[in-house]
Nanobody, 116 residues
Framework: QVRLVESGGGLVQPGGSPRLSCAAS????????MGWYRQAPAKQRELVAA???????NYADSVKGRFTISRDNGKKTVYLEMNSLKPENTAVYYC??????????WGQGTQVTVSS
């Protein structure tokens, strides 16, 4: 069982640069593929960014160059640094852990609202 706890969301002004964190339980965190997904109102959940155990990253086209995913295996934490936020980035952001046997675990989500 893996427990994921997100933090760092809230109300952000357009152009802001918040950082989301996701703290994970589990003794083999370093082997998980970690990802950030988001779900905007009336839309499907979509992948924002993912990072493998080896540090390879993958980003949605809409966030390339603005968002950065990283991980600290010692702290069992994955981060999402977001820059130049736009109102259309408003969504609930979810942390995901995929185990070696491809079981997915999800956090409870953190709301990010981009508004002036």
């Amino acid at each position: 069982q893996v427990r994921l706890v997100e933090s760092g969301g809230g109300l952000v002004q357009p152009g802001g640069s918040p950082r989301l964190s996701c703290a994970a339980s589990g003794s083999i965190f370093s082997r998980y593929v970690m990802g950030w997904y988001r779900q905007a109102p009336a839309k499907q959940r979509e992948l924002v960014a993912a990072i493998t155990s080896g540090g390879s990253t993958n980003y949605a086209d809409s966030v390339k160059g603005r968002f950065t995913i990283s991980r600290d295996n010692g702290k069992k934490t994955v981060y999402l640094e977001m820059n130049s936020l736009k109102p259309e980035n408003t969504a609930v952001y979810y942390c995901n852990a995929r185990t070696m046997v491809e079981i997915d675990y999800w956090g409870q989500g953190t709301q990010v609202t981009v508004s002036s």
